[in-house]
């Protein structure tokens, strides 16, 4: 079974910052990212493609966030600009062994532990 090792969180100020990292111990895995607020569903925020040819963003996210992968490190990284107080959230690293790349909770077998990320006004 992979494993998921996720750094990068912290608090930034509105307009502000951060990249989130996520290293897997095996290759060749769709990877990305979720989040949960307090109070709210996790839900979808970035994918890419064991390839890093193929990403999605959820609407709320695409201009401001950039997801992308060092493939030879197995590393996926979430460059977050732009950061609003709604983004302040758990965010948590996922991966699949799919040749579909999803945005669907259920398509991820392999979830990190989660890194808090808290966006002030």
């Known amino acids: 079974q992979v494993q998921l090792v996720e750094s990068g969180g912290g608090l930034v100020q509105a307009g502000g910052s951060l990249r989130l990292s996520c290293t897997a111990s095996?290759?060749?895995?769709?990877m990305g990212w979720f989040r949960q607020a307090p109070g709210k569903e996790r839900e979808f925020v970035a994918a890419?493609?064991?390839?890093?040819?193929?990403?999605y963003y959820t609407d709320s996210v695409e201009g401001r966030f950039t997801i992308s992968r060092v493939i030879v490190e197995n590393t996926v990284l979430l460059q977050m600009n732009g950061l609003k107080p709604e983004d302040t959230a758990v965010y948590y690293c996922v991966a699949c062994f799919s040749v579909v790349l999803g945005t669907e909770r259920s398509q991820y077998n392999v979830w990190g532990q989660g890194t808090q990320v808290t966006v002030s006004s």
């Open positions: 095996r290759r060749n895995y769709n």
């Open positions: 890419i493609s064991r390839s890093g040819s193929t990403s």
